[in-house]
T-cell receptor, first 113, second 118 residues
Framework: DAKTTQPPSMDCAEGRAANLPCNHSTISGNEYVYWYRQIHSQGPQYIIHGLKNNETNEMASLIITEDRKSSTLILPHATLRDTAVYYC??????????????FGTGTSLTVIP | DAGVIQSPRHEVTEMGQEVTLRCKPISGHDYLFWYRQTMMRGLELLIYFNNNVPIDDSGMPEDRFSAKMPNASFSTLKIQPSEPRDSAVYFCANSPGVLPPTSTDTQYFGPGTRLTVL
């Protein structure tokens, strides 16, 4: 699986957009980009995923560069409840060996009032 | 659906004791994963099952750890004997195992069991 690089921590003002970057320069053509987050003392929570097109859901938007070597997770209006560790993961879906994820160290996002 | 259910939520035991962690997966989700999370090592995959069959246990730290999935609605992770360095939060996760191969999959995590070995 391709490795990812994320900044260890970021701050964001409440109500502003939080833009979390992720580098995955060794990503291959069939690997998806996933984002999860983990709020303190809870299990990781799925946010969004994409292959090469930008994606949006009720939680966030995912912007993937044209060369797919990096992506940005956007929380459009951050709230205090968005304070969490955000993990960027690249993964090749494989129904024969499962879909295990390898979590790195992630970005610790703190939303400031 | 109640999601992934894990029990107990907290477990405190003494070194040398046997510990059993339990997971009730989401109905119909074919893949089940056991993870361990510590401050030092982050979130590590221990073992995963497909249709109740263990597929990859290369992440299991040593023979003191064992995992079973006797049926589609129940899995256990056992540590015998437990040691202080086993103290961690243990998560169970599920994914549907969607086909065909170009489809993607999402893992749903339980709330975790916080294990403290004294």
């Amino acid at each position: 699986d391709a490795k990812t690089t994320q900044p260890p921590s970021m701050d964001c003002a409440e109500g502003r957009a939080a833009n979390l970057p992720c580098n995955h320069s060794t990503i291959s053509g069939n690997e998806y980009v996933y984002w999860y987050r983990q709020i303190h003392s809870q299990g990781p929570q799925y946010i969004i995923h994409g292959l090469k097109n930008n994606e949006t859901n009720e939680m966030a938007s995912l912007i993937i560069t044209e060369d797919r070597k990096s992506s940005t997770l956007i929380l459009p209006h951050a709230t205090l409840r968005d304070t969490a560790v955000y993990y960027c993961i690249v993964r090749t879906p494989n129904p024969y060996t499962g879909n295990q994820f390898y979590f790195g160290t992630g970005t610790s996002l703190t939303v400031i009032p | 659906d109640a999601g992934v259910i894990q029990s107990p939520r907290h477990e405190v035991t003494e070194m040398g004791q046997e510990v059993t962690l339990r997971c009730k997966p989401i109905s119909g989700h074919d893949y089940l994963f056991w993870y361990r999370q510590t401050m030092m090592r982050g979130l590590e995959l221990l073992i995963y099952f497909n249709n109740n069959v263990p597929i990859d246990d290369s992440g299991m730290p040593e023979d003191r750890f064992s995992a079973k999935m006797p049926n589609a609605s129940f899995s256990t992770l056992k540590i015998q004997p437990s040691e202080p360095r086993d103290s961690a939060v243990y998560f169970c996760a599920n994914s549907p195992g969607v086909l065909p191969p170009t489809s993607t999959d999402t893992q749903y995590f339980g709330p975790g069991t916080r294990l403290t070995v004294l």
